[in-house]
Structure formats: structure tokens, C-alpha cells
């Protein structure tokens, strides 16, 4: 997750909608200073988030080691996901991204906690469930999007977003982590971020 600190300090720093203003980031694949409403590439076998001019994502867009990220927000509220299923999964914590990841040719599953992305193994039978009982997640771009769970809510809080998002989220996690269990920064910082979301999906 190199970089989350400068992505997450850009992104909270101007909307997504905002000009042409610099901030002082650069591409990191040629150097270009770029706007604050910039794009982001996937790199698939260290899955890391690169901020791209608009010539390096168009010409780095198409390479095997690269994948543009999403572009849509859908606010899911209506996902059928019981406890158990959940609990089939064994994800540790109720905070998580499902993505379909080419790089390794299966759903991975992601949780942010205060070292970075933690990956664990997901069960394929669980998967095939949940798309079973929710269709519209065979439409998940693959390295594109993911499918982002928040069961710390109540009622918990489901999205499909862009992958680059889904690490915003991380370095979010990472950086308002205090003491032991997180701290009242990092839950308000948790429901700030996916108010944001539902805001985005709205808009849409």
C-alpha cells in the first residue's frame, strides 16, 4: 500500500470533481505534476494503486502488468448476506473488499488494518453463494472494482466501488488507527468514507 498516505491526503483534500488544480503529486510512472482529479492504475502482482498523467494511463492502460481502475459506485441495499454466510467466509473483522483478481485467477478477499491490506484466503463455495443470492455481483470488473463490506455497521453497508477506492479505505484505516482497538477517529473516519460512497452513488 506504498503511496496511501499521499492518495488518501489528496483525495481528502479537494473533491473528485475539482479542476485543474496541482497539489504537488506526481505520476509515478513519468514525473508529470498532476490535478487533483487525476486516475489511477492497478498494478496487478504487487497490487499497488499508481496515480497516472492522462498520457501514461492511456498509453500504460492496455499493458499486461497494468489495469485501468473502476469508474462506478453502487450503493447495494438491498445485498442478501445472512451471518452464517458471512461467517462461511472467515474474514476476522466485519471490514472488508472482494475482488476478482486476475493476478492470481480468483475472488480475493482484503481487510485493512493498521499494517496495510491483509489478504486471506476465500472459500470459492461461499462466493459462488453469494452471487448466487445477489446477480448483480457477476457484473465485478475484474482488478477493476470490488465489492465492499462494512458489518461494523448497523445495518451493516454494502458497495461496489473502484479498486482504487477500496484502498483509500485502506489507508484510511491505517492512518486514523490509534491505540489498540482504533480509537472514535477511525469509526468516524470509517463512516465518513462510505457516507461518501452512498453520496457518490446517489449522484450517479
Known sequence: VAGLRRFRGAAASAPRSA???????????????????????????????????EACFALRSGDPEYRPTGTRVVWLDGLEMSD????????????????????????AALYPSPAGATECELYLESWNQLCAD??????????????????????????IAPIDDCYR?????????????????LERAIAGFFDELHERAEAT
Open 19 to 53: 479542476g485543474p488544480t496541482r497539489t504537488g503529486e506526481r505520476c509515478d510512472l513519468c514525473g508529470t505534476e498532476l490535478p487533483a482529479d487525476h486516475r489511477h492504475l492497478l498494478q496487478l502482482e504487487e497490487r499497488r494503486i499508481d496515480c497516472a498523467c
Open 84 to 107: 452464517e454466510l458471512w461467517a462461511s467466509f472467515q474474514i476476522p473483522i466485519g471490514l472488508a473488499f472482494l475482488m476478482r483478481s486476475s493476478a492470481v485467477d480468483r475472488v
Open 134 to 159: 445477489n446477480p448483480v455481483l457477476d457484473g465485478l470488473e475484474t482488478d477493476g472494482e470490488a465489492l465492499i463490506v462494512n458489518r461494523l455497521a448497523d445495518p451493516p453497508q454494502y458497495a
Open 169 to 185: 479505505l485502506v489507508g484510511i484505516v491505517k492512518t486514523s488507527w490509534e491505540g489498540i482497538s482504533g480509537g472514535a477517529g
